[in-house]
C-alpha cells in the first residue's frame, strides 16, 4: 500500500515538474512576442516598453527596449539580490538573447535551488552565495573573471543599495538598473545610512526603512557617468546608461522620472501587510535616521515634512 503511495507521489511530482517546464516556454514564447511588439517604439519610452516574463514588474521589457538600442558588445550581466532567480531581471536576457552573467545572493538555500534548476546547465550562467557589502563586493565580482566593460548590473537588495553601487568599480556596465525607495521623495539625496549587516526585515518592522531615493541614485549616476533614463511605472526601479553609450536617448531629472510606488507593502509589527496610503506609511518611518550622500550629515524624514 505505501509503495503504491509513494509510486503516485513520484509520478505527480515528475508530472507537475513538466508542466511547471511547459509553463515557462509558454511564458519565453509570449515574451518574445511582446519584444517583437515593442521594436518600433520611439527611443526611451521607457513605460510603453514594460512587458513581465521573469521580473517582478516591465522590467524585461525596458531592457529589452534598452538593449535593443543601446551597442553591447560583451553580452554579460551581474545581478543581485535574485533569492531562487525564479523572478530576476536578467532571466530573460539569459534564456531569450543568450546572455551570460553571475547572480549573487545572501541564502545558501536559494543558490542551492538555482544549480538545481535546468537552466544552469543549459545557460552559461553562475551563482554565488554571498551576502554583498561595500568591502566584498568587489572582490564577489572580480572573482568571476569580470572587470571591465560589461552589458548590465541590476542591484535590488533592500538596503544597502545606494553604497553597493557607490563601491562598485571593478566593472563598467553599459546599463544599470538600481531599486529606489519612493517613500524617500522625488527631491532629497538621502539613503538609509551605511550598516554592512543591513537586513530590512530587522532595521523596522513596517519594512519600510530601507534602501535610497532617486535623487541620490541619480547624484551617484553623474558622479560614475551615467544619465537617468526613466523609472518602471511601478516606481521602484531606475533604469541609468553609461553617457558613452547614451546615443538619443534622453538624460532625465530625477523630478521628471520619478514614479511614486503603486504598491503597498507595509507590515504591522506582528509581520502581516497593513496596506498603508502613502502618507501614513512615510509616518511609520519620519522618525529614523537618514544620510544626506551629498554631504554625509544624517537627517529624517521629519526635517523636511515639519518645514
Not at 545610512?193 to 535623487?215: I, M, T, V
Request: glycine share 6%.
Amino acid at each position: 500500500m505505501l509503495a503504491r503511495i509513494r509510486s503516485k507521489l513520484s509520478a505527480l511530482i515528475n508530472l507537475l515538474s513538466h508542466l511547471d517546464e511547459r509553463v515557462e516556454l509558454i511564458r519565453e514564447a509570449l515574451g518574445r512576442l511582446e519584444a517583437r511588439s515593442i521594436a518600433t517604439l520611439k527611443l526611451g519610452d521607457i513605460e510603453a516598453a514594460e512587458f513581465r516574463v521573469f521580473s517582478q514588474w516591465g522590467e524585461d521589457g525596458i531592457l529589452e527596449h534598452l538593449v535593443s538600442n543601446i551597442s553591447i558588445p560583451n553580452k554579460v550581466f551581474v545581478e543581485f539580490g535574485v533569492e531562487d532567480y525564479r523572478e530576476a531581471n536578467t532571466r530573460f536576457l539569459l534564456k531569450h538573447r543568450s546572455w551570460c552573467g553571475v547572480v549573487l545572493d545572501g541564502s545558501r538555500e536559494n543558490v542551492a535551488a538555482i544549480r538545481r534548476d535546468a537552466i544552469y546547465w543549459r545557460y552559461n550562467l553562475k551563482a554565488e552565495c554571498v551576502f554583498v557589502t561595500r568591502e566584498n563586493i568587489g572582490e564577489a565580482i572580480s572573482s568571476q573573471g569580470l572587470s571591465g566593460d560589461i552589458g548590465l548590473l541590476s542591484i535590488d537588495i533592500d538596503g544597502n543599495d545606494y553604497w553597493i553601487w557607490q563601491a562598485i568599480d571593478c566593472i563598467s556596465p553599459r546599463i544599470v538598473v538600481v531599486e529606489y525607495n519612493a517613500l524617500f521623495g522625488r527631491e532629497l539625496p538621502i539613503s538609509v545610512p551605511y550598516d554592512p549587516s543591513f537586513q530590512r526585515n530587522r532595521a523596522h518592522y513596517s519594512n519600510l526603512y530601507c534602501g535610497c531615493s532617486l535623487a541620490a541614485l541619480h547624484h551617484l549616476a553623474q558622479q560614475k557617468g551615467y544619465a537617468l533614463v526613466g523609472c518602471n511605472s511601478a516606481g521602484n526601479n531606475a533604469f541609468f546608461v553609461r553617457r558613452d553609450v547614451l546615443g538619443s536617448l534622453r538624460d532625465q531629472t530625477p523630478a521628471a522620472a520619478f514614479r511614486p510606488a503603486q504598491f503597498r507593502e507595509s507590515r504591522n509589527p506582528n509581520g502581516s501587510l497593513s496596506y498603508l496610503p502613502p502618507g501614513d506609511a512615510i509616518d511609520l518611518i519620519r522618525d529614523l535616521p537618514l544620510t544626506n550622500v551629498v554631504d554625509g550629515t544624517l537627517t529624517s524624514l521629519r526635517n523636511f515634512r515639519d518645514q
